[in-house]
């Protein structure tokens, strides 16, 4: 097991090795004196997961409740949310209590915002079930559920006690779930770390889980450490989403969010190339790297609408939004860009 510590306005461990989920009570236990716990997860991670985890809670002497919603981003909404806070008081969880989170970024970031908001906040671990979930969503405390107007437009940072990821968990995953989320950990090999960047290269689909996950974490880490509020330096973690948020709105979420990830990245660095802010030689490096993992580098969609989609994103600041453009591999620029120049930049891009 490898421990990635975690500096925030709560402290906390990120744990992650292979069989780590048995375990589940016994770390808890070490953190908490609490008699109950809710777990959340949702119908398809609960049936694979979910006895494993009650059992390991009940043996280290937690009375389990269990919510368990049914699975996808729809569930991420304002009525499933209300569902669990009610859930909770009535089955009479007191602040000293605890909540786990039992599965991916959609299970995390829901359970996260009812952590974060139920009695004004009451402890939770974050058990992520799935690559993406492993190497963001449940690190750093963004939590959120979406509204009918964007997603994640009702949220908090609400840091977990603890973030236990078993990698075991990892070998249900459908291919393509696995495959979005490896959009995500090239993301950091190109903001930060070159070493990374060329293990991925080589190693592809069979790069070292435990090490690669364990490496993302620590660069979340350091990221949550300097700007845990993303008022600066976190923004780069949007690599990608930009255009990758608009690719996921224009098709109505028929393209995952990895795939629209990774469509956005291509995007953004073509145009880097095409500017000079990025070499020939970085451009095609990206490329490559995407392609190797099966990842999706165009979409049909014009630079117009595109455009219009980048505009709604919260990231937009006043006239300008910030993009995150590569100019090498480990290191990405914030680029505040005025909205008059996005359309032609995303053209330079397509
Ligand atoms: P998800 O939770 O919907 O999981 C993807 C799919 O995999 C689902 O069908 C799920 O049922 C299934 N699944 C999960 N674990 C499994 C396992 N071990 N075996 C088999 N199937 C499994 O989606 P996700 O990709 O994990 O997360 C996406 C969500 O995360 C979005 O809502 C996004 O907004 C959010 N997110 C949050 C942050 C953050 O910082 N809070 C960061 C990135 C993304
Ligand atoms: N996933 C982006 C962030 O945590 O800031």
Known sequence: MRTVPVTASRNYEVQIGSGLLPGLGEAARKLTKAKKAAIISETNVWPLYGGVAEKSMNGAGFETVSFVFPAGEASKSGETYLQLVNFLAENQLTRSDLIIALGGGVVGDLAGFAAATYLRGIRFIQVPTTLLAAVDSSVGGKTAIDLPAGKNLCGAFYQPSLVLCDIDTLNTLPPDIFRDGCAEVIKYGILYDPDLFEHLRTRGMEFDREA????????????????EFDTGARMRLNLGHTVGHGIE?????????????????????????????????????????????????????????LYRSALSDKKRSGGTVNLIIPERVGFCRIAPTPVSEIQSFIKAGL
């Open 249 to 305: 709105a224009q098709s109505h979420f028929g393209i995952s969010h990895g795939s629209a990830v990774a469509i956005g990245t291509a995007i953004v660095t073509r145009a880097a190339a095409v500017c000079g802010i990025c070499s020939e030689e970085t451009r095609n490096t990206v490329l490559e790297v995407l392609e190797t993992f099966g990842l999706p580098m165009s979409c049909d969609y014009s630079a117009e609408d």
């Open 212 to 227: 690669v996950i364990t490496r993302c974490v620590e660069l979340k880490r350091d990221v949550v450490a300097e700007d």
